[in-house]
C-alpha cells in the first residue's frame, strides 16, 4: 500500500482520534495497547491480560485484533476498515512497510531500530521458518514453531515491540499480529489432518476480555473466534478458502502431549558466539521408533527447546539448525528461529514462566543419522545488509533447561456427523 492508501489513511486518522482520548478510556489508544501490557501501576480492567499460557498465542491474539479493527473502524469513520497485513515471509516485503518508516507520519516510531527504520530487510530465516512450521500437524507444535519467528520480528524491530509491556504502542503491532493470524488460516488450509483443539476443554471454555466500539467490555472464548468469515467477518486477499470447523458439546478424546524419545536435561548456557549442542545417541528403541515414525503419515518427529530463560531481554533471536556432527549451517539444516518476548524474561515479573519452542523435523530427518545428531544455534540481529545476516551477540546469557528429540502426533478429529449438524445450525440462525 502506498500512504495514501484509504486504508492507511483511515489507520492515521483513528490514531490520532484514539491517542487525543483519556488513558482511562478503554478506546484510548494507550488502553488499547495496555491490554497486551502495560507498566503503568493503575491497573484497569483487562490490562495486562496478554495470555500466559502458550496454548492461547493464536486464539488471544486474534481476539484482541477482532476488537482493535471494530474500534479503529469508529475512530476513523471508515466501517469498512480493516487491519492490513505485513507479510514478512514475502522476500519482497521483508523490510519495514514505507509508510511506516515516514517520520512525518502516525504510523512512524522513533523507538525502532533505526536499520529497521532506515528500511534494512528482515532477515531470510524468517520465512524458512514459517515453511517450516506449516510442515506440524498438531496445533499447539504449529503454534509454538510460529511463535519463534513472531518474537524474531518484534525483537528485529526493536524499541517499544521489544517488551510485551510496550509492544502494542507501536503501530506496526497490529499489522505484524494480523500476518501472524493469517498464518493460523493457512495451516489450517492444508489440511492432512490439522485441527484446531477441539477437544481441549480449558483452550474452548477460558474466556478474556475487551473493549467494542462503543468502549464497552465484552468477553469471548476460543470457539467464537474458529471461523474468522462467518463467526468475525472477515479474510485475508490471496488465502485459500477457510476451514469452518466447530466446537463439540462432547469431544473428550486423550490429548497427548509430545512423546519425548530422548533428550538432554543439564543447564545450557548461550553466552557469545554460535552453540553446539551435541544430542547422545538414543536406546535401541527410541531409534527404532525415530526410524519408523520418518515413514509415518500421522506422526512427526520434531526438536523441542524447554525451560528457556534470561535474567533480562537479550535483544537477539537465535536461528536452530540439525544436522550430524560437525555440519556447517545452511537453509537445508535451519529447523526455525526463535526469540524471548512473551516468555522465559525474568525481569517480567508479573506474568514470567519459562519459554518453550518446538521445531518440526520431518524435512531432514530423512537425511540424520540418529546417533549423531546436532543442534546448532546460531545468535542473530534479524536484519540482513547486502544478502548477509548480522551475527549478534547476546546482552545476558539465555538457559535452556531441555533438549529433545520427540514425536507430535494429529491431534484428534471430532466427529463429522455433530460438525455437519453445527454447521447446518449455524446456517439456519
Known amino acids: 500500500m502506498n500512504a495514501n492508501d484509504p486504508i492507511l489513511r483511515g489507520y492515521r486518522r483513528a490514531i490520532a482520534r484514539m491517542r487525543a482520548l483519556p488513558d482511562d478510556n478503554p478506546c484510548s489508544w494507550f488502553y488499547q495497547a495496555a491490554i497486551h501490557g502495560t507498566s503503568d501501576p493503575r491497573n484497569l ?43 514478512w515471509t514475502n522476500p519482497a516485503e521483508r523490510a519495514l512497510p514505507a509508510a511506516f518508516r515516514e517520520p512525518t507520519s502516525l504510523l512512524f516510531d522513533s523507538s525502532r531500530n533505526t536499520g529497521v527504520n532506515g528500511g534494512t530487510p528482515l532477515s531470510t ?7 517450516t512450521a506449516m510442515n506440524a500437524t498438531d496445533y499447539f507444535s504449529a503454534q509454538s514453531s510460529v511463535n519463534g519467528p513472531h518474537g524474531s ?8 515491540m521489544v517488551s510485551v509491556a510496550s509492544a502494542a504502542q507501536d503501530p506496526i503491532f497490529w499489522v505484524h499480529h494480523a500476518q501472524v493470524d493469517r498464518l493460523w488460516n493457512l495451516w489450517l488450509a492444508q489440511g492432512g489432518g490439522r485441527s484446531n483443539p477441539l477437544a481441549d476443554e480449558p483452550w474452548k471454555a477460558s474466556t478474556y476480555t475487551f473493549f467494542d466500539e462503543c468502549c464497552q467490555p465484552v468477553k469471548m472464548t476460543g470457539c467464537q473466534v474458529l471461523r474468522a468469515a462467518l463467526q468475525l467477518s472477515y479474510g485475508y486477499e490471496g488465502e ?40 547422545p545417541p538414543p536406546p535401541p528403541e527410541a531409534r527404532d521408533r525415530f526410524l519408523r515414525t520418518i515413514r509415518s503419515d500421522r506422526e512427526k518427529l520434531v526438536l523441542r527447546l524447554a525451560g528457556i530463560e534470561a535474567a ?17 549451517p545452511g537453509e537445508q539444516s535451519l529447523v526455525g528461529i526463535f526469540a524471548l518476548f512473551g516468555a522465559g524474561l525474568r525481569d517480567r ?79 439456519i440462525q
Not at 45 to 72: G, K, Q, S
Not at 125 to 131: E, G, I, K, P, R
Not at 312 to 328: D, K, L, M, N, Y
Not at 360 to 372: F, H, T, V
Open 240 to 279: 485459500p478458502a477457510q476451514v469452518n470447523q466447530y466446537c463439540p458439546l462432547i469431544f473428550r478424546p486423550d490429548i497427548l502431549d509430545l512423546i519425548v524419545l530422548w533428550r538432554i536435561r543439564r543447564p545450557i548456557i548461550l553466552r557469545e558466539g554460535l552453540a553446539r549442542i551435541p544430542l
Open 45 to 87: 480492567t483487562a490490562w495486562n491480560t496478554c495470555h500466559t499460557d502458550p496454548r492461547f498465542f493464536w486464539a488471544w491474539h486474534r481476539m484482541y485484533l477482532y476488537w482493535f479493527e471494530r474500534i479503529v473502524r469508529k475512530q476513523s469513520g471508515m466501517y469498512d476498515w480493516a487491519i492490513p497485513f505485513w507479510d
Open 349 to 427: 515479573t508479573q506474568h514470567f514462566h519459562p519459554a518453550e519452542f518446538v521445531f518440526p523435523l520431518d524435512k531432514i530427518a530423512r537425511n540424520l543419522d540418529p546417533g549423531a545428531l546436532q543442534v546448532l544455534l546460531i545468535p542473530v540481529s534479524g536484519l540482513e545488509e547486502r544478502g548477509e545476516r548480522r551475527i549478534a551477540q547476546p546482552r545476558v546469557p539465555v538457559t535452556i533447561g531441555e533438549v529433545a528429540i520427540g514425536i507430535d502426533r494429529q491431534m484428534a478429529q471430532p466427529p463429522r456427523e455433530e460438525q455437519d449438524k453445527l454447521r447446518r445450525e449455524e446456517m
Open 312 to 328: 533480562a531481554q537479550p535483544g537477539v533471536s537465535w536461528e536452530v539448525h540439525v544436522g550430524s556432527r560437525g555440519f556447517a
Open 125 to 131: 530465516s524468517l520465512a524458512t521458518s514459517v515453511s
Open 153 to 160: 520480528v518484534h525483537i528485529t524491530v526493536g524499541g517499544n
